[in-house]
């Protein structure tokens, strides 16, 4: 009987874990997708650090050195209380560079 507990909670687990990751990375895809096609808006972007207008104009010279295969393609994901960061590493003009993208999650919506 223990086994099967065992095994039975290690299922469940393994469920949990699979949608946490799955929702995190539709967060990527969803990101990505709208990016490449133009229809992020500012209302999307919340910084306390930096205007959202100029965090608009960093993503589109991103967008303009990485093809979009590059950039949806999977990033490490990392998620600490209502935020997920995705380190993203990416290269242009033979310079690696790792990028962190991180998002805000608010009434089961992201922000970048």
Do not use: C
């Not at 650090?49 to 991103?62: C, H």
Request: hydrophobic share 40%; aromatic share 14%.
């Amino acid at each position: 009987m223990k086994k099967a507990t065992l095994v039975l909670n290690v299922f469940v687990f393994a469920l949990i874990l699979s949608a946490h990751v799955s929702n995190e990375d539709s967060i990527w895809k969803e990101f990505v997708t709208s990016l490449y096609n133009n229809t992020l808006t500012l209302e999307q972007i919340k910084s306390p650090y930096v205007a959202k207008e100029q965090l608009m104009e960093w993503l589109d010279i991103i967008k303009s050195r990485h093809a979009f295969d590059e950039m949806i393609a999977p990033s490490d994901i990392y998620k600490v209380d209502n935020k997920v960061h995705h380190l993203k590493t990416l290269t242009y003009k033979g310079h690696t560079t790792t990028y962190n993208f991180s998002f805000l999650i608010e009434d089961n919506k992201w922000y970048f």
